[in-house]
């Protein structure tokens, strides 16, 4: 798996006059597995969690992870980003709002075969000048937590301990997403902290609904509700449950060899054998696209209009030339949803546009071809002044709504 380390020096705000050293880091979730596990190790000092941080494609994940960095208190997190497709969108959306980022390159994480692949990764993360108190690892939106959380609890590495599992669910996305995806229904139950985000995007009786059915699933995972992905960051960086409120969670054999699984081989599956698990995107395909030339706003919104069912995710930035010469235009879909996010360049960077896009049952060949189409071709091909009104309609003037 290709990796792009960068392993920058903290930013000062973290570093700061209240940051704390690694000694306060004062819980996390609750583990009652990990007060089981056989091996002791000796330390020598405290160890750093590591918080999996999951959720179905587009369900708020990294906006989430960015509300946490912005919003940390002096907490020193590191972040490991695991994005699914050629173009790390993801790991540059975080990399500007933290000290220590490890980008885990295209594909899954979920599927290194073993966890000494994961481990190289947190040997930079924990290399004690980083003096982080907490990594947390975005999984990509098609991975499956339980096997990060196994290779999070299989890491050789002394210095960490595995934080926790936070789940992010897309309320409206969520009955659809369950429809297509029965498996969802298993991360739940190993979860320990369940976040139901978007709920600007339903009605009060529509939340009731995702909340009855997560709150089913998620046993005695602590469920709260986020808007932009705005969950309070002691509940990532302090206990949440009181102590002896824990049982109903999975133990350490049941992550460690599946739950309905039992064959103890460590798949999911109970047919033996390495890795022989389904994952959610065994069927989804990506398509990536970098290009120098600008996008012609009206051929991209002519696109997007009629991108096909299966193009369940696209994200990335857009270079519209001198149709806006001054921003770029961060591009969201999940679903039906489409939202544009301008924001000025950032200075000295190439003005490049940078899509992946993410679909099951897609014709990969076919939208490569026509998004080839949407680039400009010279001046002659110049966008008149009205063609940015298509784009315009999906940009979100609220306050509330931010790239994240
Ligand atoms: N309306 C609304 N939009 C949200 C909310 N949270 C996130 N979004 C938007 O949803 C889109 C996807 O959010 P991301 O944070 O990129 O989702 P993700 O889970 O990291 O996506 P993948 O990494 O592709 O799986 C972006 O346009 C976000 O701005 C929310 O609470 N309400």
Redesign the pocket.
């Known amino acids: 798996m290709p990796a792009k380390v960068s392993g920058r020096a903290p930013r000062p705000e973290m570093a700061g006059g209240t940051a704390v050293g690694p000694g306060a880091y004062s819980g996390g979730f609750p583990r009652p597995w990990v007060a089981k596990e056989p091996e002791v190790r000796p330390l020598t000092t405290q160890q750093i969690p590591v918080v999996v941080l999951a959720?179905?494609?587009?369900?708020?994940?990294?906006?989430?992870l960015n509300h946490l960095l912005r919003s940390s208190r002096g907490t020193r997190i590191g972040v490991m980003v695991n994005?699914?497709g050629d173009i790390g969108i993801?790991a540059m959306?975080i990399a500007g709002q933290v000290g220590s980022t490890v980008s885990l390159g295209n594909g899954c994480l979920c599927c290194a075969v073993d966890a000494s692949e994961l481990d190289e990764y947190l040997e930079v993360l924990t290399r004690p000048e980083s003096r982080l108190d907490v990594i947390v690892i975005?999984a990509?939106?098609l991975a499956e937590p339980q096997e990060l959380v196994r290779m999070v609890l299989a890491s050789e590495n002394e210095r960490i301990v595995y934080g926790g599992l936070v789940q992010?669910v897309d309320a409206a996305e969520f009955s659809a997403t369950r429809e297509r995806h029965p498996e969802t229904d298993r991360h739940l139950p190993i979860a320990d902290l369940v976040v139901v985000?978007?709920?600007?995007?339903v009605s009060a009786a529509e939340l009731l609904a995702v909340r009855e059915a997560v709150g089913e699933l998620a046993g005695k995972a602590v469920v709260v509700d986020?808007?932009?992905?705005r969950i309070d960051p002691e509940l990532l960086f302090d206990r949440v449950v009181p102590e002896g409120e824990i049982e109903g969670q999975m133990s350490i054999e049941d992550i460690l060899y599946g739950e309905e699984d039992g064959d103890g081989d460590g798949d999911s599956d109970g047919m033996g054998g390495a890795h022989a698990h389904h994952h959610p995107h065994a069927s989804y395909e990506t398509v990536s696209l970098t290009a120098a030339s600008p996008l012609h706003p009206r051929r991209l919104m002519a696109f997007l209009d009629g991108r096909p069912e299966g193009l369940y995710?696209i994200?990335g930035f857009v270079d519209f030339g001198s149709a806006d010469p001054d921003n770029r235009y961060t591009v969201?879909a999940?679903g039906r949803?489409l939202?544009f996010?301008p924001e000025r360049w950032p200075e000295g960077e190439e003005r490049l546009t940078q899509l992946v896009l993410?679909g099951s049952g897609i014709d990969a060949a076919r939208l490569r071809k026509e998004l080839g189409e949407c680039e400009r071709t010279g001046p002659q091909d110049t966008p008149d002044e009205s063609s940015m009104w298509g784009v315009l309609r999906y940009v979100q003037h609220s306050e509330d709504?931010?790239?994240?």
Do not use: Q
Request: aromatic share 10%; hydrophobic share 25%.
């Open positions: 959720g179905f494609l587009g369900a708020g994940k990294t906006t989430l994005d699914f993801d959306r975005e990509s939106g992010v985000n978007k709920t600007d995007r986020a808007r932009h992905g995710r994200k969201h999940v949803f939202r996010y993410i709504e931010e790239p994240s």
